[in-house]
Nanobody, 115 residues
Framework: QVQLVESGGGLVQPGGSLRLSCAAS????????MGWYRQAPGKEREWVAR???????FYADSVKGRFTISRDPAKNTLYLQMNRLRPEDTAVYYC?????????WGQGTQVTVSS
């Protein structure tokens, strides 16, 4: 059973940066493509970024050029570097496989962008 635990969220001013981490209890390398998702208050959860084992990463248009997804198989960890944050990036951020598996959702980490 894989367990994914997100961390690194917090309160940041517009234009600031945060780096989120997703630690996997199992071998993240074996999970294939991994992704980051987010859910803002009153909205449905949406996909943000995904990274396959090999090849290019893909991003939602709303974060392209500002966010970078990476993975470290040696540490079984997935990252999301978020730069030039905007108030509309405020959400709970989750990691999961891509496509997502229902039984892999964790508690997420809250990101709040506000002055």
């Amino acid at each position: 059973q894989v367990q994914l635990v997100e961390s690194g969220g917090g309160l940041v001013q517009p234009g600031g940066s945060l780096r989120l981490s997703c630690a996997a209890s199992g071998n993240i390398f074996g999970l294939g493509t991994m992704g980051w998702y987010r859910q803002a208050p009153g909205k449905e959860r949406e996909w943000v970024a995904r990274r396959p084992l090999y090849g290019s990463s893909f991003y939602a248009d709303s974060v392209k050029g500002r966010f970078t997804i990476s993975r470290d198989p040696a540490k079984n960890t997935l990252y999301l570097q978020m730069n030039r944050l905007r108030p509309e990036d405020t959400a709970v951020y989750y990691c999961n496989t891509f496509p997502a598996k229902d039984n892999y959702w964790g508690q997420g980490t809250q990101v709040t962008v506000s002055s």
